[in-house]
């Protein structure tokens, strides 16, 4: 299964929560209405703003998907080599 980097800008989250709409099991909201990162629902290690987590091709459409719909362009995603994804 391909790995993906997920990154939030927290300085650009305006708490939309679009994103956790699309993909409740990667992105959820903090008291300060920041989205934060889950690894299936889980938060090994806490809250953080960077995770990167092994995904199903399904999986990675839809985190692609919920990125996108990011009015702020605030949500990163990049491949196992590093490359950046989205936002091209």
């Given at each position: 299964?391909?790995?993906?980097?997920?990154?939030v800008?927290k300085?650009?989250?305006?708490?939309?929560?679009?994103?956790?709409?699309?993909?409740?099991e990667?992105?959820?909201?903090n008291?300060?209405?920041?989205?934060y990162?889950?690894?299936?629902?889980?938060?090994?290690?806490?809250?953080?703003?960077?995770r990167?987590?092994?995904v199903?091709?399904?999986e990675?459409?839809?985190?692609l998907?919920?990125?996108?719909?990011?009015p702020?362009?605030a949500?990163?995603?990049?491949?196992?080599?590093g490359?950046?994804?989205?936002p091209?």
């Amino acid at each position: 299964m391909p790995r993906i980097t997920i990154k939030v800008d927290k300085d650009l989250c305006i708490g939309a929560a679009s994103c956790v709409t699309v993909a409740p099991e990667t992105f959820r909201l903090n008291d300060e209405n920041k989205a934060y990162v889950l690894d299936h629902g889980q938060e090994p290690g806490g809250p953080t703003y960077e995770r990167t987590i092994e995904v199903s091709e399904e999986e990675k459409e839809n985190i692609l998907l919920s990125a996108q719909s990011c009015p702020t362009l605030a949500v990163s995603i990049f491949d196992e080599a590093g490359e950046q994804i989205y936002p091209a």
